[in-house]
């Protein structure tokens, strides 16, 4: 069994309350909350799961520290990984495939926390051409991208992630490329699977026809989730009232830096984890087939 890195708490007291208060953690249950799902994964022999004090915690603050919900979404999370290898697997982020995704930054996640602390994540979902870039590498490149974004990062394990998804250029290729079943499993993972809390869906430069496709989106969500959808159909300043500029980047209204820098920092980060991918792909949930 592999090292497990203990958790220290540095969470300031207005932290702690906000904790205690949405997420039902408290100084007092944190860690015995830890090793009861630590025990839970080592249990089981077919799932081979990182058991590192965060990782825990992160499923435990998503489910606000009910046990059972933490147990059923870790499951799912490795279960996903199991089912849809063309997402998860062979995470080489030197692959030519990968590379040109990288380099087009379909997935961005701003550098800087909002002001309620939460992670921002520009996805640009048009950046790819349909006729020549397959959507599965579209996707794993931005699962990499999304893997590392939250791994270490305390705010956003408290607060969540707001997504801001740019419609613009969008074509009847892009939308060919999400048929009923793919959107299904992009619900799941991003709302059963992933250790995370979407506060907010921001939809912008969104054609008129957009309410089509996202009615198939919506089909698949929580009615909690539903809620969080907001649609721009006026162009990009029209949000500006719910992501303060100074975060952003400038093409976007913002003044921290140019997508450019974006696209370079977040493919220079997930070129230097690469023995980080191959780790984390080791986890994983063992299907015996009979």
């Known amino acids: 069994m592999t090292e497990t890195k203990s958790y220290v708490c540095q969470l300031s007291q207005i932290e702690r309350d906000y904790a205690a208060a949405n997420l039902n953690e408290t100084d007092d249950n944190r860690s015995q909350n830890i090793k009861e799902i630590r025990e839970w994964i080592l249990k089981h022999d077919n799932l081979h799961a990182c058991t590192d004090d965060f990782f825990i915690l992160r499923f435990l603050r998503t489910c606000k520290f009910n046990l059972e919900k933490t147990k059923y979404k870790l499951w799912n999370y490795y279960e996903q990984r199991c089912n849809i290898p063309e997402w998860y697997s062979n995470k080489d982020p030197f692959l030519p495939e990968l590379q040109e995704m990288f380099k087009l930054g379909v997935f961005l996640p701003l550098r800087k ?173 063992i299907v015996n087939n009979v």
């Open 113 to 285: 926390l909002d002001n309620l602390g939460r992670l921002v994540i520009l996805i640009r979902v048009a950046a790819h051409d349909p006729s020549k870039q397959k959507l599965e590498n579209m996707l794993k490149a931005s699962l990499m991208i999304l893997d590392l974004a939250i791994r270490e990062n305390e705010s956003a394990s408290l607060h969540g992630v707001v997504a801001i998804l740019d419609l613009e250029g969008i074509s009847l290729g892009h939308a060919l490329q999400f048929p009923p079943s793919v959107i299904k499993k992009l619900v799941h993972a991003w709302q059963g699977c992933y250790p995370l809390r979407i506060q907010a869906l921001e939809f912008i430069n969104s054609p008129t026809y957009v309410n089509v496709v996202l009615n198939v989106f919506k089909s698949f969500m929580t009615n909690k989730l539903k809620e969080r959808i907001h649609v721009h159909n006026r162009g990009k300043k029209t949000f500006l009232d719910k992501v303060q500029r100074d975060i952003l980047p400038i093409e976007y209204g913002g003044t921290d830096g140019s997508i450019n820098d974006l696209k370079d920092y977040w493919k220079n980060t997930v070129e230097e984890n690469r023995m980080w991918f191959t780790v984390e792909e080791s986890y994983k949930l």
